[in-house]
Nanobody, 115 residues
Framework: QVQLVESGGGLVQAGGSLRLACVASVSIASMIVLAWYRQPPGKQREWVAT???????NYADSVKGRFAISRDNVKNTWYLQMGSLKPEDTAVYYC?????????WGRGIQVTVSS
């Protein structure tokens, strides 16, 4: 099973930036999809962004223009650069990878945006 570890979360003021990183225990070069999800307090988990093996990138409307997903196959790491953060971005963020074998999730990392 693929182990995923997120880092880079924390507390930031509204309008600020954070960069999340997700390191995988295996090569990500052949992963079909690399993604980020989040779960705001008291709400259901929601999709944030994806980066497919074909180079297609998609974002949820709520983060489009503010967040950017990227990857570094050499470091087996993908990132979520978050800018112009809003209090409603407060959530536990999860990285997810999908391969031909299955899907793996990180444990999640807290991001808190203060107003």
């Amino acid at each position: 099973q693929v182990q995923l570890v997120e880092s880079g979360g924390g507390l930031v003021q509204a309008g600020g930036s954070l960069r999340l990183a997700c390191v995988a225990s295996v090569s990500i070069a052949s992963m079909i999809v690399l993604a980020w999800y989040r779960q705001p307090p008291g709400k259901q988990r929601e999709w944030v962004a994806t980066f497919t093996h074909l180079g297609v990138i998609n974002y949820a409307d709520s983060v489009k223009g503010r967040f950017a997903i990227s990857r570094d196959n050499v470091k087996n790491t993908w990132y979520l650069q978050m800018g112009s953060l809003k209090p409603e971005d407060t959530a536990v963020y999860y990285c997810v990878c999908t391969s031909s074998i299955g899907q793996s999730w990180g444990r999640g990392i807290q991001v808190t945006v203060s107003s």
